[in-house]
């Protein structure tokens, strides 16, 4: 018997494995075992599948944001946080490595692009609204720096870069910003 659930979990399995381009509506109804025109039925279109599988990325696979920035730790140990937490969840499966909404705004489908940017957009707003609180000078480039380091974790994951050299790249990039707010401090005692 279909069930819609498992149907989307088995193809964000695929998705993130292969990338959106890679995945043809016959590798889906393949993995899901049913027929093209139940496809349709069920999904409207491999995009349409696939912005069911990003919110259900969003609850059950993506980074907790949320959680991660707490307002009563320094902005620099959250945001380092945050990459660590990256590397771990980007290498956590060899054979899904990466993150699905950064490799997602890399895809041609227009329809798929654009949902994958609306989650990251979204990702972006949570880490310059954090940043910005306490370090309002900060907050456009200090979001610009994550969203570039993250990118590069899921794209080294994504070419076989285990969690230890996931972590090295993140605390590496975590000096940057311990660095960039105490400069920042100093530059506020002037």
């Known amino acids: 018997m279909f069930d819609p659930d498992e149907a989307v979990a088995t193809a964000q399995r695929l998705f993130h494995s292969r990338g959106y381009d ?9 993995a899901i075992g049913i027929n093209p025109p139940s496809f349709y039925v069920a999904f409207g279109s491999k995009a349409e599948l696939y912005s069911r599988i990003l919110d ?3 609850g059950t696979g993506a980074i907790p944001l949320l959680d991660l920035l707490n307002a009563d730790r320094p902005v620099a140990e959250c945001l380092v946080a945050v990459l660590e937490v990256a ?3 980007y290498a956590a499966d060899p054979d899904a490595a990466g993150c699905l909404v950064f490799e997602g705004v890399r895809c041609t489908d227009p329809e798929a692009r654009e949902a994958a940017g609306t989650f ?7 880490i310059h609204r954090f940043v910005a609180a306490r370090h309002p000078d900060q907050a456009e480039r200090v ?9 590069g974790l899921s794209a080294s994951a994504r070419n076989g ?7 090295a790249t993140a605390r590496l990039a975590g000096v940057g910003l311990e660095q ?4 920042n401090r100093q530059g506020r005692k002037k």
């Open 22 to 30: 890679a995945v043809s509506i016959a590798h889906l109804t393949q």
């Open 56 to 58: 259900r990325y969003a």
């Open 87 to 89: 590397a771990q969840y």
């Open 120 to 126: 990251l957009a979204a990702a972006e707003r949570a």
């Open 143 to 151: 979001t610009d720096y994550m969203n570039t380091v993250m990118a």
């Open 161 to 167: 870069h285990n969690f230890d050299r996931l972590l």
């Open 180 to 183: 960039t707010f105490a400069l």
